[in-house]
Structures are given as structure tokens and as C-alpha cells.
């Protein structure tokens, strides 16, 4: 069956219809990761968004529940050059086109997804439509993409908070649509977490009384959340915080910095990431369209840690005068790779020296 | 880390010849390392045995030795060099073994000369067996259970414990040589025994099989400051237990999900750090397809075949990183050569599917053992890219240059099921389409994965294509289904097979449905970031990026995959065109397949496209970028047969024109040719069918060299006394020939000669003759060759001149052709010639300093020779010699014949040069590894026609100190010239035990340095011959089979050895 995608600008692309049924709205954008398409859909942060893989063959290892980063995909839209016709692995409990049918996620292929790419690359990030008929650009309904964000931040405000069980530090993790792999990280480093929704007030974190409190990633436009800006300046006198993605912008926002729409964002596996103290340099996981302002950081007590090779992006800070610091990057990778899964233990590190120092003061 | 200012000449270390395991993949990443050092400010001194490559060029290094690479030579090179540092990593084994002899014999040490790149200690620890599993065991990277032999008995211990198959691996040989697979205990005694002969340190590794699991590959790169990166993930279309060089590759990794990859990067990463590799290395993975469980292979400790090809599969030159890391630069502060504004710390996202197919030489040796294994056989590769799997799988079978444009095979068509599903299970060269043919047949994808354990994605890649075949063919002539046939690579020939049409008329039809293809670029990056990489590839359904540019540019066709025939001197060739064309002012544009190449470097050429050779892609690529011409001259007979199609449809090809190709190529016309000019050439008849070659044959006298017109590298060529041989000849070759005219021609023992001629239509340059050490009878590519000549008069070299201006002229050559003569009792007879440049050109070019491929190249152009400021006629000859001798792989070839003919069996070259013609001859027998002791005893086993030149040959032998072995008949007649002589049994004198027979024992034994053995054109004692050659190429006991050769080895021994005899 044939689907469309139809961009702002008004150029109409045709392909063939996988995955779900439905006509989906989003922004468009494009992921350079070779592998772990599932991961991808069921990012939060890819909430609202239509995503390209520009990884020419999607669905090739099938889909294994296991991979999830949530219990369904996020993303508003698949868009691919071509699906696999058959899918070989163990791992696999279902091809991708059925789990893209069973959660109604719409799925388009045999689209010159290169030339999108470069389209994007160039004019920037857009928004697009799919749709099983040829639909004129005008009735692309502007407010679809912000409706869907906030619905997702709607339904992550209103969940309940949840335990799972540790030995070791407990943690906070404010919900923003976090990714399965950042609890996961936390876990295998024996924490006791406590998973809170977005909406949490300092007061409501605080009464767990966490020994860190980590600030997920999730979708959009940082500046949509501005209820979290107090909720960090209050937390970060009391305890740890560590902020990932969305929860790094939010930090630096918190504490003075500005954060802009990037041009296309950074979306892949292959961002060179160096580490400013040693000169280190790691390849990361990353998905943002947002970053944070360099210059901005000047008038504020923040000092970047890390930074994109390539661009400069800041990649990752550290308050001057808490214990506090965050990074853009996942270093949770799934998908992309591991090389700076050590970020966590830098963590788990910072609360110990806390605890240590708060120790050596009650004495 | 800024670059090392501490040092300011470097010695790199060249590979050598061409030989299986070993092909133009250290030419590419020599020649690029080359020029980054020298990018880089450093002197830089080469040393290659090789001739024939593009990295011992003047232009590539400072100072080139053409000269053995043994570590003898080149200790003396470092003292006359005094080199700072020696850079080995680029230069493969070869390189790598050396660095080690020289690192032994103390010469570094002495000159305080610097090992650059990867340390021996770590490459002593990825290359010892031993210390690497004791690695791998340390950092807790699972390795098959296995264990270090040095005896037979030791392996079969093993084996015993842990069950068979086992694998075994020789210690310190490349390309798998020696290893194999082994279901029982005489298999495993057999290959151990074997493998611990060819290793120099008398070692194998015995190995649980993990064959069957999937093959994950990952090209990894390091610097001294830890960062690493992977630059590219491959996956082999067959499973475990087939050499990597010898499988269906596709890159990125196509069936691993996201957890299975990053588990085996960060497993190829942590090794990489942990053998503090600096620069390139290869990590070969096997993957369950069942389990998270992984093994690790194995490690190469430098750059390879593979990272060749990952080079031209992402862009990222990893041989020029890895040469700028070796001077102490960082990846972190080394630019992205691609994009040129992100670094050289990146991982390249492809947004394609890049596949490779090897190329293998069994069209060279119809006897040998197809199957492929643990051993690599193939001598090149093609890489195909593509928007979709089944695309570059389609493209790379075309690329390959075989009978087939598709996965059909008649031949695979004809066999029943049983035999269809043996050559499934064990796997030949041409798996592939006997895959097809089961799942044309109806197969399931699970049929055949259980026979062949491919994953089923890859298997229904296949499937897809012939599905799409059908479609097509229910539907010929219909834009919808040719849409969908093109958008997944199939070709316009296999179009035109389905739709029972000509190719052309296919196209004509695609071009009026406007179906065309649209070009798209390799950046690294998936488009992330702008690139210019002038690098394309084609497809179908999507947007055109490449715009043809506004200046004049003319289109180059290189020569394909490497294949005994046409080796890296046509790649050598095609980039000195290059050079030539863009020095005119106008825009070179390559087209080839071959990734192990340099003129496959994007950044030689000012635009590179890569795909098939064929018309179709020609044709395309022309359509789009309007070149002035195309030059066809360089890319070898790959190119020449395109002429007839592009001209056909309107091409200019530049140079030689089509009816002047076809005017050399053609016999009749030739013939016309030759007797308006009045010159010789042996008699010779065209038969169209058996009765006619037997009539010709019996006309000519026996014997008789036939052929097929139309040869590559003298495939199927044969000399034949005698009806009965003749009719054996064309029931092996009927199939082979088709409807192609059969040449018959009388065969002339002579001394035999080639020149290779520059003419602009006019006047007529020869660089010089080159004199065959073998007399005719053996393959120009086969011959040992010595320039300048040192047994032909002034007459003759004059009257070879003359003939050769005539010819040229006559020809109406326009830029390079080639002659070969026989020279028979001072008469020059004109054998055949080649309107194209030849595999001495780089051999004549070096040593001459005349650039020949480039002086052609501005002929074709228009430039005349006057007009270049170069003299009509034969260059003035050097008093010094250069030897050329030809290097075989026949140890990794089972049951190839080793016995020199007209068909060309050699994979390389080597050249040997010195003031002495013997020394000359000495130093090319080295590089061609023969290296023999002062006191040695050699083996004769003589055809009765050569037995007249025995004596005189086994009496130099014995003056330098040699024992001699002969049969009975060699025997008797060496007794009566008074030289004592071991007899040993023939084969056939005991025909109950032949196999175990005493002359077998003798070689097997290798109490012989070398046998003699001629007995290839006597039907009758060939089958003895063949016995005792594969002896002793299974032994590793050296081997010749032409007394010319064993001629010219003498001089060089006596040279060597001096020799005694009385007063």
C-alpha cells in the first residue's frame, strides 16, 4: 500500500506503508545509528518526532522486548529506505512491522531518506506528515507536534511514583521519559530507586530522601518545563543531582544558562565526545535537538566538562559550588555504544564523596 | 600529541609480490602511507621487491629500492640509508616477518633505528598463538578451547578430548596457508603434519571448531594517546569456518541488533587497547547465531585486506591514519579527510550496504580443489555498493567478470538435487548460485540454512533476487516491473537474458521509461555533514548527487578484481593515466570494482565511481558526465572488451580506435595485416569446430598451440602433439570457448621476446626488449624475463624494431600496444599483440624512467611524441640488468598443476637488478623466495625430451656442491658423464603402493632443496609429474619445471657459490 510523507516546505514524498494505520504528525528528523532502530522508537525523547534512519534497512534483527527503552514506542512515525523481508535472529519475538502494528505506529519505506537527510541537514529541521493519501502541505496542523509533547509530558506528570528496590544509594529519578537503560545503569550499581513523575516538587523528592537525585532525558523544547527550574535550584543545596539530555538542559537553564534549538540536532552513535580535564575523548550515544548556550554559561557557576569534538557543543557540566553535573550525551548508549557508561560511577563517586564529606561534618 | 620531530627519515617496508593472501591491498595502504609521511614533512625510503605497484614510484618515496625484501638485503639498506625509524605495519606479513628478523639480527638496534606503529611485543602477542590466548584468557575474552603443537601426536591428543572438527592454523603464515578443518584423526595428522612444515617457527594451533556461528569483522584503529574507533563492521554471508578472504562480506554488520554489536565493539576495542596496537588492526568475531556466547578468532596486528576494504567501504582511509598515528599524531587532532571540518576520532555511518565478492583463479586451474575452507584461494575481490542489500550483492556478481551477469549458472542448473545439496554443504567458489539454484528449485529458507548454517536474511537476499527475476520475466517490456528490477540491481544483461532480448534493446526501453540511475555519495557520515567527496556509487527510484563538472574531463576504465592475468600492473597503469590526464587540464574520472586498489582511492582521481566494469554502468556514468572519451588502453582486457559496445553507441574512445582494436585482435584481419607488411608469424589456421582444428592441426605439423580467440592471460591456451591430445583439449575447453573461433597455430621453440610500443599514429617510441628466459612454449606472465636482452644480436633487435614501427603504424596505434616474438634461428616471427598496455609497463617504466602509461596517455590526448620532446625508436640500453620473475601461489591452490605452460598460472612479480646479469638473477630468484644453501642436493625427474640438456645441468650442480637425485633413466645417463647420482624409484614402479613410492618419500622428506621436474606436455608421465610437483609444493620444497629457468638459477648459484672443478 502506498503512504505519503508530506514536509512543511511542501514536497510530498510517496513509499510504501508499514507498521501501523495511522495518519501521524511530527518533526522531522534523522538518526546515523547502524543498529537499534527498537531503542530508538521507544526513547521518550523521541517523542512527537517522525524519525528517519538513514541506515538504509530497518527491521533486519527483528524486535526482542528486552530492548525496549519503554513499554511502547514514543516516536510519532518511522520513515526508512527499506524494511527486511525476514528477520533471523533468536533474539527476535516478533518482526518490526508487527510490533509497529501492534502499538499503531505508522511506518513508511522506499523513501530517498538521504536526500531527506541532506534536506534537513541544510534547511533544518522540519515539520512533516504521514498519511495514506496525498494530503496539500497547508492542512499540516501546526500545533499537532507541541499537542503531542505535551501529552506525553501529561502523562508522565501524572504517574504515580514507583520503587525498585536496592541496597545501595537511593536515588530520585524524575521522570521526563526516561530510558529503561538509565535505571538499569543505576541498578547494576545496587541503588534503591524511586522513580518520581516530572511534575514532582522539591519537597515531594526531597521527602525520599535521596542520597542523588538524577534528572532523566525526555522530548522537546527544554524551555517547556519551566516547573522543573525551581524544583532543581532547591535540590541541588540539599543533594546530588545529575542530569542527563533533557535533564542536563533543564540543570543549566536551573542554574542561569540558555539553552537553543540546534539546526538539525545530534542524533547517532558516532559523536565524538572529549572529556575537557583529561582530553579523553569517547564516542557517545546521542539524542538532542536542543543544547545548551556556550556563551551563556559565562555568567553562571557552571563549568563544561565535555564537549563535541566536531562542533563544540557543550556535552557536559559541573556546578562550581554543589555537588552537581550533567551530561547531553546517553551514557546509558542503547542504542550506540558504551564507551562512557563510567559517567554513572562518576555519580555514584560524587555521592560518596558527599556522603563522606556530610560524615567528616557531623563529626 | 604533535607529530615526532625527533626523527626525520623513515624506512617503510613494501609487501613484495602479489600472491594469494597477499594482493594490491599493500600497495594501496603502502602507497598512502608513503605519502602521508611525506605530507607530514618526514624523508621517506621504500623498500619492495615488486615491481609492479604504484608505491615504488618516484613520486610515492624519497629513495625506492626495487630490491628483495629479505632481511639480509635490507640491513644493508639500512646501513647505506641510515634511516631514523622503520614503519612495518603497512606492508603485511611480509613487512611484519621482517621487521622481526631485522629486530633479531640487531641491525636496529645498531643504526638506532625506531620501530614505528605497533610494537613487536604486541605484534609477537596478537600473532604468537600462545601469548594471544593467554591474553585472551587474561582479559577474560572467550577463545575457542585450543592448544599450541609442535608435534602430530600432540594435536591428536587434542583432538581426542575435545572432539572433532578441529580446526588447525599454522603459526606465522598468511592467509590461513596450511590451515584446515579436520572431521577425523587422518585429516588432522595429514594437515598438522603439512602446517608444521610451512610455519617458520614449526607451530600450530589446534582449535575447537566453531564453525557454523556467525563471522563479524571490525576494523579497528588506536593511537598512543587510547583513543580507538571502529571504522567499520562487516559480517561474512558464510558462516565460520570459510577464510574471511575467501567469503561473501557485507558491511555494516547486517543481523546483529544493537546489543550483540556493541557487545563485540566493546570486546574489539578492549583488545585493540590491550595490545597497545598504534594504528590499524583487524578483529575477526564469531557471533552464535543462537546465545549471546562470542569467540574471538583472531587478531591482525596492522592493516589487511580487510581494511582496504573498509577503507573504500566507508571512506575513511585507515592506512593514511595509521601512517600519521605511527609518527605520534593523534586521531583527536588529525582532520576527517572526507568531510574535512570533523576529525579523524569519528565512526562512519553508512547509509548504504556495501558487499564484496572474491575473485577466484579456478578458470587457471580447472584440476584444483574448488572448495573453499580455512585457506584462502582467491586472488582478489570486487566490492559493490548499494541503496539496499540486494542491490550490492547484484552488483558485485556483475562486477565479478565471470560467464554470469546473475545468480544463474547453467551448471548449477543441470545437477540433480543429491549433488545440488553436496555442493551446498561443502562450499565451492560458487556457492552462491548453486544457493540460487536450490531456491529457484523451490527450496525453503529453511532447507537451505540448515545445509549451509547462512543466517536466513542472507539467504532471502538471494531469494528476493530471484523473485524479482520471475517478476521480471512474466513481465518483459513493462515499466513496473523493470522499476523494481533496477531498484534492486539487476542488470540490463539479465533483463535481456529473461526477457529473451539484447541488452541494448533493454536499455533503449529503460531509457524511454526514463528509468535511470541516480549517483550517490560516500561521506562517512550518512549526510550528517557536508562533504565533496568526489566518491559515487549507483541506484535507482532516488535523487542524482553527482554533477558532472563544468571542465572537460575524460573517463578512465580500471581492470577489475586481481586474477591471474591482470594484476596490479593494470592498476599501475590506470593511475599513471590519471596523472596524465589531469596534468593535460582536464578532469580524470575513474570507473573500477576493486577495492584492494589505489585508483579506487577517492582522492587520486578527480572523481571515482564504483561499479561493475560493465557496458551498462559505462554507459550510464558516460550519459551523465558527458566525457570528452573514454581511454580503455590501461584497464586491461576488462577494458578492451568494452570497445565494441560503446562504440556502438556512440562513444569517442580515445586512442586506438575500435576498428584498430579489433584490426590486433581479430586473426583474420590481423593476418591481412601481416602480409601487407611482409613479416613472419607462425602458420596458423581458425577452426569453427573440431574437425576443422584436427584438418588445421595435421596441415601445421604437430605440435600445435591452440587457444580460444579472445584470451585472457592465455586461458585455455594448450600445446598439443597430436590428434588424440587435441580432441582431449577441446572436450575440456568447448564449453569455455562457445561460439568463439578456436586458434591453431604451429609452435615454434624459440627464444621468445616482447616490447611494448608508444605511437602517436606516426612515429613509434620503444622503452626496450625484454628477453624471456624460457623459451616459448610458457606463458609471457610465467617467464623470468631480462632487460636488456642478453642473447639477441644487433639484427635481430634492430629487425624487432622495425617490425615494430610497422606494426604499430600499420595498427593505427594510438598511445600503447604490446608484440611478442619468437626469435627461431635468427628469424623474428611476430606471435602475437596486445592493443593495449601490458604487464611490463610498470617493469620497463621503473627502470627506464620513460612513464610510459603517462607518455601514452598524452599521446591519446593528442600530444605527439615529438611534441612531448621523446625521440622515435628503441631507447639507449643501461649496462645495468633487471631481471623480472614470476611468483606462484600454488601451496594455497590443492591440486593445482604447477607445470608451466601457455596458460598463466603466476600471481606477481618480482625484479632482481645488478650491474651482473647473474646477480641480477640472483637477487630476482630471492624475492621470488628462492633461496637455496651452498651445499644443497636436488631431485631430476626429466621428460625424455629434455633429457639431451641433463647433463650439463646436473655437472653445474654438482661443481657448486650439490648431491643429485635422479630416476633410473636421469640416473643411467648422469653415471655415464661420470657424476655420482642417487637413484631413486618413479612413481609408477610400484603400482601397488604408488603413492607411498620412494621418489614421493625422498621429496616428502625433504632431503632434496629443489626438484626439477618436466614431465608436463607427455600425456603419459604427466600423471607421475603431477604427483611429484604437488609433493613438493605440499613440502615446501622449491620447484621448477623448465630447464631455461633452472639455466638461469644456475648462473645466479654460481655467482653465489663459486664452484670447483680441476685442472
Known amino acids: 500500500m502506498k503512504r505519503y510523507l508530506t514536509l512543511e516546505d511542501g514536497t510530498v514524498y510517496e513509499g510504501q506503508a508499514f507498521g501501523g494505520s495511522s495518519t501521524s504528525a511530527g518533526e522531522l528528523v534523522f538518526t546515523t545509528g547502524m543498529t537499534g532502530y527498537q531503542e530508538t522508537m521507544t526513547d521518550d525523547s523521541y517523542a512527537g518526532q517522525l524519525v528517519i534512519f538513514t541506515n538504509p534497512l530497518l527491521g533486519n534483527y527483528g524486535v526482542s522486548l528486552a530492548d525496549n527503552e519503554d513499554l511502547e514506542p514514543a516516536c510519532a512515525g518511522v520513515i526508512c529506505r527499506q524494511l527486511a523481508r525476514v528477520t533471523d535472529s533468536w533474539r527476535a519475538s516478533e518482526s518490526l512491522d508487527s510490533f509497529m502494528q501492534r502499538h499503531n505506529l505508522p511506518g513508511i519505506s522506499g523513501i530517498d531518506t538521504r536526500e531527506l537527510t541532506q534536506k534537513l541537514r541544510t534547511k533544518g529541521s522540519m515539520r512533516a506528515l504521514i498519511t495514506d493519501e496525498v494530503l496539500p502541505a497547508e492542512k499540516l496542523p501546526a500545533e499537532l507536534i507541541q499537542d503531542q509533547i505535551a501529552s506525553f509530558a501529561a502523562v508522565k506528570n501524572q504517574q504515580r511514583p514507583y520503587r525498585i528496590p536496592g541496597s545501595g544509594f537511593t536515588i530520585v529519578v524524575v521522570d521526563f521519559g526516561a530510558k529503561q537503560s538509565i535505571l538499569r545503569e543505576l541498578i547494576k550499581r545496587d541503588c534503591n530507586l524511586v522513580v518520581v513523575p516530572s511534575s514532582s516538587t522539591a519537597e515531594q523528592i526531597l521527602s525520599f530522601a535521596p542520597d542523588g537525585v538524577l534528572l532523566s532525558n525526555g522530548p522537546g523544547d527544554p524551555q517547556n518545563y519551566p516547573d522543573a527550574l525551581p524544583m532543581i535550584q532547591k535540590i541541588q543545596e540539599k543533594t546530588v543531582i545529575f542530569g542527563i539530555c533533557l535533564g542536563h538542559q533543564l540543570f543549566a537553564r536551573a542554574n542561569g544558562a540558555q539553552t537553543f534549538k540546534m539546526k538539525f540536532g545530534h542524533r547517532g552513535f558516532n559523536h565524538p565526545v572529549q572529556e575537557v580535564a583529561t582530553g579523553e575523548t569517547r564516542f557517545t550515544s546521542q539524542n538532542h535537538g536542543y543544547a545548551v548556550d556556550a556563551a551563556s554559561l559565562d555568567q553562571t557557576l557552571l563549568t563544561k566538562t565535555y564537549v563535541e569534538l566536531n562542533d563544540q557543543t557543550v556535552e557536559g557540566l559541573r556546578h562550581k559550588k554543589f555537588p552537581a553535573a550533567s551530561v547531553q550525551f546517553h551514557p546509558d548508549a542503547s542504542p550506540g555504544p558504551h564507551d562512557s557508561v563510567a559517567v554513572f560511577d562518576d555519580f555514584i563517586a560524587m555521592i560518596t564523596a558527599q556522603q563522606e564529606e556530610k560524615y567528616a561534618q557531623k563529626k | ?1063
Open chain 2, 1 to 1063: 600529541m604533535p607529530k615526532r620531530n625527533d626523527i626525520h627519515k623513515i624506512l617503510v617496508l613494501g609487501s613484495g609480490p602479489i600472491i594469494i593472501g597477499q594482493a594490491a591491498e599493500f600497495d594501496y595502504s603502502g602507497t598512502q602511507a608513503c605519502l602521508a609521511l611525506r605530507e607530514e614533512g618526514y624523508e621517506v625510503v621504500l623498500v619492495n621487491s615488486n615491481p609492479a605497484t604504484i608505491m615504488t614510484d618516484h613520486e610515492i618515496a624519497d629513495q625506492v629500492y626495487l630490491e628483495p625484501l629479505t632481511a639480509d638485503v635490507v640491513t644493508k639498506i639500512i646501513r647505506q640509508e641510515a634511516p631514523d625509524a622503520l614503519l612495518p605495519t603497512l606492508g603485511g606479513q611480509v613487512a611484519l616477518n621482517l621487521a622481526v628478523a631485522l629486530a633479531e639480527n640487531g641491525i636496529l638496534e645498531e643504526m638506532d633505528v625506531k620501530l614505528l606503529g605497533t610494537g613487536l611485543k604486541s605484534i609477537a602477542q596478537a600473532e604468537d598463538r600462545e601469548k594471544f590466548k593467554q591474553l585472551m584468557l587474561d582479559l577474560g575474552e572467550p577463545v575457542p578451547a585450543s592448544q599450541t603443537v609442535n608435534t602430530v601426536d600432540q594435536a591428536l591428543n587434542f583432538a581426542e578430548e575435545t572432539g572433532y572438527p578441529v580446526i588447525v592454523r599454522p603459526a606465522y603464515t598468511m592467509g590461513g596457508t596450511g590451515g584446515g578443518i579436520c572431521q577425523s584423526q587422518a585429516d588432522l595428522a595429514r594437515i598438522v603434519k603439512n602446517g608444521l612444515e610451512l610455519s617458520p617457527v614449526n607451530q600450530c594451533l589446534i582449535e575447537q571448531s566453531i564453525a557454523g556461528m556467525r563471522e563479524v569483522e571490525f576494523e579497528v584503529m588506536r593511537d598512543a594517546a587510547d583513543n580507538a574507533l571502529v571504522v567499520c563492521s562487516m559480517e561474512n554471508f558464510d558462516p565460520v569456518g570459510i577464510h574471511t578472504g575467501d567469503s561473501i562480506v557485507f558491511a555494516p554488520t547486517q543481523t546483529l541488533s544493537d546489543r550483540e554489536y556493541q557487545m563485540l565493539r566493546d570486546c574489539a576495542l578492549k583488545l585493540i587497547r590491550a595490545l597497545k596496537i598504534e594504528g590499524g588492526c583487524n578483529v575477526q568475531l564469531a557471533m552464535s547465531a543462537t546465545s549471546m556466547d562470542y569467540y574471538v578468532i583472531e587478531v591482525n596486528p596492522r592493516v589487511s585486506r580487510s581494511s582496504a576494504l573498509a577503507s573504500k567501504a566507508t571512506g575513511y582511509p585507515i592506512a593514511k591514519m595509521a601512517a600519521k598515528i605511527a609518527v605520534g599524531l593523534n586521531l583527536t587532532e588529525i582532520k576527517n579527510p572526507v568531510t574535512k571540518t570533523t576529525y579523524a576520532e569519528f565512526e562512519p555511518a553508512l547509509d548504504y550496504v556495501v558487499a564484496k565478492i572474491p575473485r577466484w583463479p579456478f578458470d587457471k586451474f580447472p584440476q584444483a580443489d574448488r572448495q573453499v575452507k580455512t585457506q584462502m584461494k582467491a586472488t582478489g575481490e570486487v566490492m559493490a555498493l548499494g541503496r539496499n542489500a540486494e542491490e550490492a550483492l547484484s552488483k558485485a556478481v556483475q562486477s565479478l567478470e565471470i560467464s554470469t551477469h546473475d545468480l544463474y549458472l547453467p551448471k548449477a542448473h543441470a545437477l540433480n538435487d543429491e549433488l545440488l545439496a553436496k555442493n551446498l554443504i561443502h562450499a565451492t567458489d560458487e556457492r552462491l548460485f548453486y544457493l540460487a539454484e536450490a531456491l529457484r528449485r523451490g527450496w525453503t529458507l529453511d532447507d537451505v540454512a540448515e545445509l549451509t548454517k547462512i543466517n536466513r536474511y542472507f539467504l532471502d537476499i538471494v531469494l528476493h533476487l530471484i523473485e524479482l527475476e520471475k517478476t521480471a520475466q512474466e513481465h518483459p517490456f513493462e515499466s513496473q516491473a523493470l522499476k523494481e528490477a533496477k531498484y534492486y540491481g539487476l542488470s540490463d544483461e539479465t533483463l535481456a537474458r529473461l526477457w529473451e532480448t539484447e541488452p541494448q534493446k533493454v536499455r533503449a526501453f529503460r531509457t524511454e521509461q526514463k528509468i535511470l540511475p541516480a549517483y550517490k555519495m560516500v561521506d562517512t557520515c550518512a549526510a550528517e555533514f557536508a562533504a565533496d567527496t568526489p566518491y559515487f556509487y549507483s541506484t535507482y527510484g532516488e535523487h542524482n548527487e553527482s554533477r558532472p563538472s563544468a571542465k572537460s574531463s575524460v573517463l578512465v576504465i580500471g581492470s577489475g578484481p586481481i586474477r591471474i592475468g591482470q594484476g596490479v600492473e593494470f592498476d599501475y597503469a590506470t593511475v599513471h593515466c590519471v596523472k596524465a590526464i589531469q596534468s593535460a587540464g582536464y578532469e580524470a574520472i575513474v570507473m573500477n570494482s576493486n577495492p584492494e586498489t589505489v585508483s579506487t582511492d577517492f582522492s587520486i582521481s578527480d572523481k571515482l565511481y564504483f561499479e561493475p566494469l560493465t557496458a551498462e554502468k559505462v554507459l550510464d556514468v558516460i550519459e551523465l558526465e558527458q566525457p570528452l572519451g573514454v581511454i580503455l588502453q590501461f584497464g586491461g582486457q576488462t577494458a578492451i572488451n568494452l570497445a565494441d559496445t560503446l562504440a556502438k553507441n556512440g562513444v569517442q574512445i580515445l586512442g586506438t580506435d575500435l576498428d584498430s582494436l579489433n584490426r590486433a585482435e581479430n586473426r583474420d584481419e590481423f593476418d591481412q595485416v601481416i602480409k601487407q607488411l611482409k613479416l613472419r608469424q607462425p602458420d596458423g589456421k581458425i577452426a569453427l569446430n573440431a574437425k576443422e582444428a584436427a584438418d588445421g592441426a595435421n596441415e601445421l605439423g604437430y605440435p600445435v598451440l591452440v587457444r580460444p580467440s579472445y584470451v585472457l592471460g592465455g586461458r585455455a591456451m594448450q600445446i598439443v602433439n597430436n590428434d588424440e591430445e587435441l580432441q582431449n583439449y577441446l572436450e575440456q575447453n568447448l564449453a569455455e570457448v562457445g561460439n568463439k573461433p578456436i586458434l591453431v597455430d604451429q609452435y615454434l621453440q624459440g627464444r621468445e621476446c616482447e616490447v611494448d610500443a608508444l605511437c602517436d599514429g606516426q612515429n613509434v617510441l620503444l622503452p626496450g626488449i625484454m628477453e624471456h628466459i624460457e623459451r616459448a612454449g610458457i606463458h609471457s606472465g610465467d617467464s623470468m624475463a631480462v632487460y636488456p636482452p642478453q642473447h639477441l644480436s644487433a639484427a635481430v633487435k634492430a629487425e624487432i624494431v622495425e617490425i615494430t614501427q610497422k606494426l604499430a603504424v600499420a595498427l593505427h596505434c594510438i598511445g600503447i600496444m604490446n608484440i611478442q616474438f619468437i626469435i627461431a634461428a635468427e628469424k623474428v616471427y611476430v606471435l602475437e599483440v596486445n592493443p593495449r598496455a601490458s604487464r611490463t609497463v610498470p617493469f620497463l617504466s621503473k627502470i627506464t624512467g620513460l612513464e610510459m602509461a603517462q607518455v601514452a596517455t598524452r599521446i591519446i590526448l593528442g600530444q605527439s611524441l615529438q611534441e612531448q620532446g621523446l625521440k622515435a625508436g628503441l631507447l639507449p640500453e643501461p649496462s645495468k640488468k633487471f631481471v623480472k620473475a614470476p611468483v606462484f601461489s600454488f601451496s594455497k591452490l590443492d591440486d593445482s598443476d604447477s607445470f608451466l605452460g601457455p596458460e598463466m598460472k603466476s600471481t606477481g612479480e618480482v625484479m632482481g637488478s645488478d650491474e651482473r646479469y647473474s646477480n641480477a638473477l640472483l637477487k630476482a630468484f630471492m624475492g621470488a623466495g628462492f633461496s637455496l644453501p651452498a651445499n644443497g642436493s636436488i631431485l631430476l625427474t626429466i621428460s625424455d625430451s629434455d633429457k639431451p640438456a641433463v647433463t650439463e645441468i646436473a655437472h653445474r650442480f654438482a661443481r657448486i656442491g650439490y648431491r643429485l637425485y635422479a630416476t633410473a633413466g636421469t640416473a643411467q645417463l648422469l653415471a655415464k658423464a661420470n657424476l655420482p647420482t642417487t637413484t631413486v624409484t618413479k612413481v609408477g614402479e610400484k603400482a601397488a603402493a604408488s603413492k607411498e613410492s620412494k621418489i614421493i618419500d625422498l621429496i616428502s622428506s625433504e632431503k632434496v632443496d629443489l626438484v626439477i621436474n618436466t614431465m608436463g606436455n607427455d600425456q603419459a608421465q604427466n600423471s607421475d609429474g603431477f604427483l611429484i610437483r604437488q609433493t613438493a609444493i605440499r613440502h615446501n620444497v622449491l620447484l621448477l619445471t623448465s630447464l631455461d629457468t633452472v639455466s638461469a638459477l644456475l648462473l645466479a648459484l654460481e655467482g653465489q657459490f663459486l664452484t670447483t672443478t680441476p685442472l
